[in-house]
C-alpha cells in the first residue's frame, strides 16, 4: 500500500498562511483526482478540496476564497496554499490520491500534517 507524505503543517497565528505539500515516495499509477482533507477530534473526516487531473477544481464552502489546491502531475506532487487562516481551520490535513485503476489498487493516503491556527 503507497503510503502518501505529507509537509508544511505547523502553528501560525490567525491571518497567516502555510502551505502544504503531498507527494509519493515511490512509482504510483497514474492519478485521476487528488484532494485534501482535514480532521478533528471526535468528527468525521472532511473534504477541503479536490482537483481533477486536468486541473479542475471544488472546494468546500468553508475554503473558497482562502484556499487554492494545484497540482504537479510529472511529480505526482500535490499542493495546498492556506491563507487567510482562521482558528476553526485547526485540524490534521490528509492528502488523497485516486488512481485512474483505483478498483484495483484502492485509494492513496498519507498520515496527515497538524496545522493550528491560534487566535
Known amino acids: 500500500q503507497v503510503q502518501l507524505v505529507e509537509s508544511g503543517g505547523g502553528l501560525v497565528q490567525a491571518g497567516g498562511s502555510l502551505r502544504l505539500s503531498c507527494t509519493a515516495p515511490?512509482?504510483?499509477?497514474?492519478?485521476?483526482?487528488m484532494a485534501w482533507y482535514r480532521q478533528v477530534p471526535e468528527k468525521q473526516r472532511e473534504l477541503v478540496a479536490l482537483?481533477?487531473?486536468?486541473?479542475?477544481?471544488n472546494y468546500a464552502d468553508s475554503a473558497k476564497g482562502r484556499f487554492t489546491i494545484s497540482r504537479d502531475n510529472p511529480k505526482n506532487t500535490l499542493y495546498l496554499q492556506l491563507n487567510n487562516l482562521k482558528p476553526e481551520d485547526t485540524g490534521v490535513y490528509y492528502c488523497?490520491?485516486?488512481?485512474?485503476?483505483?478498483?484495483?489498487?484502492?485509494?492513496?493516503w498519507g498520515r496527515g500534517t497538524q496545522v493550528t491556527v491560534s487566535s
Open positions: 488523497n490520491f485516486q488512481p485512474f485503476a483505483i478498483f484495483t489498487t484502492g485509494a492513496f
Open positions: 515511490e512509482s504510483i499509477p497514474s492519478i485521476n483526482t
Open positions: 482537483i481533477s487531473r486536468d486541473g479542475g477544481t
